[in-house]
């Protein structure tokens, strides 16, 4: 079954420097997204792509964050400048064209900020 | 984003049916109900979705009110593997491929 990677599984970082989070979404899938959830929070909506540009996102996802698909199969994450409120789980997920649109989610990337 | 009310928890036993209620007063006549839930350490993963009938699948059945303001998802009978948080999230498929809009969902814990 298709399944959607994350990598890194783990990332600690030094507050202010940047990371990029990677994500291969499932082939043929065409909306991408990403999630994040902070320890013993709910999970939150980051950022919608679609057609190789943003089509919504949440006030968190501010000047620090941007997302771009360099190459046609991976989905990445930057944080420009991490502060320590970034350390959180990150998911990718993706959909396909389905009526319901069911996302598949990637295993998370536990960042940690120093 | 119609809203969704879920307990906190709930606690079962293996091999036992689970029952897990969801509320959504507000529901629209468009709105679908999903259903996803989350493993301790890994991402969110789809159970199911419903409109007006009951639904079946392998992993778990809708049961869907009459007058659509609750539904209750069944675990015919759970594993020690079905102990995650479960969420009831409404959404619109004239929307298109929007994003799922989490609450606290449900923990559910299963006894041995």
């Known amino acids: ?114 | 984003d119609a809203k969704t009310t879920q307990p906190n928890s709930m606690e079962s036993n293996e091999e036992e049916p689970v029952h897990l209620p969801c509320n959504h007063s507000t529901i629209s006549g468009t709105d679908y109900i999903h259903w996803y839930r989350q493993l301790p350490s890994q991402g969110p993963e789809y159970v199911i979705h419903g409109l007006t009938s009951n639904v079946n699948n392998r992993m778990a059945s809708l049961a869907i009110a009459e007058d659509r303001k609750s539904s209750t998802l069944i675990l015919h009978r759970a594993t020690l593997r079905d102990a995650a948080v479960y969420y009831c999230i409404l959404r619109d498929p004239r929307m298109g491929a929007q994003k799922l809009v989490f609450g606290q969902g449900t923990r559910l814990t299963i006894n041995p």
Request: glycine share 6%; hydrophobic share 35%; aromatic share 14%.
């Open chain 1, 1 to 114: 079954e298709p399944e959607v990677t994350q990598t890194p599984s783990h990332q600690v970082t030094q507050m202010g420097q940047e990371v990029i989070l990677r994500c291969v979404p499932i082939s043929n899938h065409l909306y991408f997204y990403w999630y994040r959830q902070i320890l013993g929070q709910k999970v939150e909506f980051l950022v919608s792509f679609y057609n190789n540009e943003i089509s919504e996102k949440s006030e968190i996802f501010d000047d620090q964050f941007s997302v771009e698909r360099p190459d046609g199969s991976n989905f990445t994450l930057k944080i420009r400048s991490t502060k320590l409120e970034d350390s959180a789980m990150y998911f990718c997920a993706c959909t396909g064209l389905a009526l319901y649109n069911e996302q598949f989610f990637g295993p998370g990337t536990r960042l940690t900020v120093l």
